[in-house]
């Protein structure tokens, strides 16, 4: 089997722990500024990590507050108006340095890119907290190191759903067998097999401890080649292109893809 010719990177998450140290923290900061009492703790943004999207987040979590538009129309209404302030506020923490690119990340990005392969995004998050965090962390120019970035406002349908995956692949003009994705959690990994790409997970804080079936390789980060399921030989030291593609080359000894 060829090595892979593209990789497919997920966002939050996967390239830095956006949920807890960004995205949460931004929720409770435009919650104070609307006036609202509600507040979410590590805790509980983690079990509403469940629904895929800030926003729909948001109006799944006003279903218990009393407090909360009694319309859907009104709450529609309110959690637009709030996850736009949200997105000010996590804008400004990404550029305050608050929110690191995870250990192995980036080493792996410029080992990738020497070696003359693709990149590209794949997130259902939306472009402009993509822009804020690797414009941080990339430069401004960030965007040039990647074939295609695919977005929230793209797609019609957020993970699980494959669309993300396969709207990349079209504008990179690939095949799924083609390319890897890298993913931190399950909706990430239903929507990149959904869409027949092979997935490796880099398990992230929320997803520690998640159920997570047929990725073709699942371990705690770029930054250590320990502790990966299958297993890595040699010394340790962060994850390679040459394990990525020992993983694509033997991924159907542990997953449907073959």
């Given amino acids: 089997m060829t090595h892979p010719i593209a ?7 996967t390239l830095a ?3 807890r140290d960004g995205h949460r923290v931004a929720f409770n900061l435009a919650f104070e ?3 609202l009492p509600w507040r979410w703790d590590e805790s509980r943004y983690g079990e509403l ?3 895929s999207g800030g926003r729909e987040r948001l109006l799944s979590d006003m279903a218990r507050h009393g407090d909360a538009p009694v319309s859907l129309d009104e709450r529609e209404k309110l959690a637009r108006a709030v996850h736009e302030r949200k997105t000010a506020f996590y804008v400004d923490l990404v550029h305050e340095g608050g929110i690191p690119l995870r250990p192995g990340v980036q080493a792996l990005m410029d080992a990738w890119t020497a070696e003359g392969r693709r990149m590209a995004i794949a997130t259902t998050t939306t472009r402009r907290n993509v822009d804020a965090l690797l414009s941080v962390h990339l430069g401004p120019a960030w965007r040039e190191r990647f074939a295609a970035v695919v977005c929230g406002e793209d797609v019609s349908a957020k993970k699980p759903n494959p669309e993300v995956f396969e709207l990349a692949l079209q504008q990179l ?3 799924p067998l083609q390319a890897v994705a890298i993913e931190d959690s399950p909706a990430g990994v239903a929507a990149a097999r959904a869409a027949e790409v092979p997935v490796i997970v ?5 997803f520690e401890q998640a159920t997570l079936e047929g990725a073709i390789a699942i371990g705690p980060g770029l930054h250590t080649r320990a502790d990966w399921r299958p297993g890595l030989r040699g010394e340790d030291g962060p994850v390679t292109v040459d394990d990525l593609d020992h993983w694509h080359a033997n991924m159907d000894t542990v997953s449907q893809f073959g």
């Fill in 173 to 175: 003009e690939l095949g």
């Fill in 7 to 13: 990789l497919l990177w997920d966002v939050d998450g």
């Fill in 49 to 51: 990590l469940a629904v």
């Fill in 33 to 35: 500024a609307f006036g």
């Fill in 202 to 206: 880099t398990r992230s804080a929320y």
């Fill in 17 to 19: 722990e956006t949920e």
